[in-house]
């Protein structure tokens, strides 16, 4: 089988068996190619032809950058200045304005020779002048003493110094000076100071000695508390048992043991442990001799069983009762 050299269509040869479907491939592929080249021919329009002056691709997007109706204009090189129009940030000057800016002085500082601008020195002293200051006024026009400010009444006014108590001035008018001088005085200081000297204030109060004797009698951490009564009862109140409810109760305190075993005192509270103290030493130990048996019959005989055990009981709340009598008998005491 061989193969066309473009598409590679099929060629069985005579000594191939003749397949129908490498017919059918063969058909697909011109059908292929038949339509890639209906779709990529340019159809031929009436009253135009070819012509050898090809149309490029850059030449349309040229075409396409050009607005309709634009002309081959050429800008000016220069314009006149009327045609501009000023704003804020450009303005025209003329001749004469420049002329003018020229002939100021430059921004060199002034000297005794030259015009120039002034110095910031120079600016700093003329506003230290007053106005009408003269040249050569060497004067106190003020002379301050403590707070007091003695201020001269013409240019050529006098200040006079007058001595006072312990003090001696000595003038010297040829080295224009004044010598103040002063009778030594010693000063103490008094060791101690009267109350009403000195000055009290927020933090610092003198107290009385109601005070002092008060606040000493107040306990320490003792709290600010009101009572206006106790049990309907105003000022100045002494509570007694009856105003809290305990009028039957006695004043007395706790029995200790020996107290409680010795059974004697009649003005002690007994606790339970006390008690139960008491009763082991004061009960008596129970003897045969306080329990008594009648011996009435046979009790152990099968009609007499019963009535052996209840005479045994009723013997027995006999010696219980007995003991609670010794009991009540030793608290009563």
Not at 61 to 66: D, E, H, Q, S, T
Not at 130 to 153: H, Y
Not at 198 to 222: C, L, N, Q, V, Y
């Given at each position: 089988?061989?193969?066309?050299?473009?598409?590679?269509?099929?060629?069985?040869?005579?000594?191939?068996?003749?397949?129908?479907?490498?017919?059918?491939?063969?058909?697909?592929?011109?059908?292929?190619?038949?339509?890639?080249?209906?779709?990529?021919?340019?159809?031929?329009?009436?009253?135009?032809g070819?012509?050898?002056?090809?149309?490029?691709?850059?030449?349309?997007?040229?075409?396409?950058?050009?607005?309709?109706?634009?002309?081959?204009?050429?800008?000016?090189?220069?314009h006149?200045?009327?045609l501009?129009?000023?704003?804020?940030?450009?303005?025209?000057?003329?001749?004469?304005?420049?002329?003018?800016?020229?002939?100021?002085?430059?921004?060199?500082?002034?000297?005794?020779?030259?015009n120039?601008?002034?110095?910031?020195?120079?600016?700093?002293?003329?506003?230290?002048?007053?106005?009408?200051?003269?040249?050569?006024?060497?004067?106190?026009?003020?002379?301050?003493?403590?707070?007091?400010?003695?201020?001269?009444?013409?240019?050529?006014?006098?200040?006079?110094?007058?001595?006072?108590?312990?003090?001696?001035l000595?003038?010297?008018?040829?080295?224009?000076?004044?010598?103040?001088?002063?009778?030594?005085?010693?000063?103490?200081?008094?060791?101690?100071h009267?109350?009403?000297?000195?000055?009290?204030?927020?933090t610092?109060?003198?107290m009385?000695?109601?005070?002092?004797?008060?606040?000493t009698?107040?306990?320490?951490?003792?709290?600010?508390?009101t009572?206006?009564?106790?049990a309907?009862?105003?000022?100045?109140?002494?509570?007694?048992?009856?105003?809290?409810?305990?009028s039957?109760?006695?004043n007395?305190g706790?029995?200790?043991q020996?107290?409680a075993e010795?059974g004697?005192s009649?003005?002690?509270?007994m606790t339970?442990?006390?008690?139960?103290q008491?009763?082991?030493?004061l009960a008596?130990?129970?003897t045969?001799?306080?329990?008594?048996?009648?011996d009435?019959?046979n009790?152990?005989?099968?009609?007499n069983?019963?009535?052996?055990?209840?005479?045994?009981?009723?013997?027995?709340?006999?010696?219980?009762?007995?003991?609670?009598?010794?009991?009540?008998?030793?608290?009563?005491?």
């Amino acid at each position: 089988m061989q193969l066309t050299g473009n598409y590679n269509l099929k060629k069985p040869e005579g000594t191939d068996v003749v397949n129908i479907q490498d017919f059918n491939d063969n058909a697909d592929i011109m059908d292929a190619q038949l339509k890639l080249l209906n779709d990529n021919k340019v159809d031929k329009e009436s009253g135009k032809g070819l012509s050898t002056n090809d149309y490029t691709t850059t030449e349309k997007n040229k075409l396409a950058g050009i607005a309709a109706g634009a002309n081959n204009y050429v800008h000016p090189s220069t314009h006149p200045a009327s045609l501009i129009v000023e704003d804020s940030t450009h303005r025209f000057v003329t001749d004469s304005e420049k002329a003018s800016w020229n002939g100021k002085a430059s921004t060199e500082v002034a000297t005794t020779s030259a015009n120039g601008l002034m110095s910031i020195a120079d600016k700093t002293k003329l506003n230290g002048i007053a106005t009408g200051a003269e040249v050569n006024q060497n004067a106190f026009s003020n002379v301050k003493v403590g707070s007091t400010t003695i201020a001269s009444d013409t240019k050529s006014d006098t200040l006079e110094l007058v001595a006072g108590a312990n003090v001696t001035l000595t003038p010297d008018a040829t080295n224009d000076k004044i010598t103040i001088s002063s009778t030594d005085t010693i000063y103490t200081h008094p060791s101690t100071h009267p109350a009403t000297m000195i000055t009290e204030d927020a933090t610092h109060r003198f107290m009385t000695d109601a005070e002092r004797t008060k606040i000493t009698g107040i306990e320490a951490g003792a709290q600010v508390n009101t009572v206006t009564s106790v049990a309907g009862k105003t000022g100045v109140v002494v509570v007694s048992k009856s105003d809290v409810g305990l009028s039957s109760v006695q004043n007395y305190g706790l029995a200790t043991q020996a107290e409680a075993e010795a059974g004697t005192s009649d003005a002690k509270y007994m606790t339970p442990l006390k008690t139960k103290q008491a009763i082991l030493k004061l009960a008596p130990t129970p003897t045969t001799s306080s329990l008594t048996i009648t011996d009435s019959g046979n009790y152990f005989g099968s009609n007499n069983v019963e009535g052996a055990l209840q005479e045994i009981g009723q013997t027995l709340n006999g010696v219980r009762g007995s003991l609670i009598d010794s009991v009540n008998e030793i608290l009563n005491s």
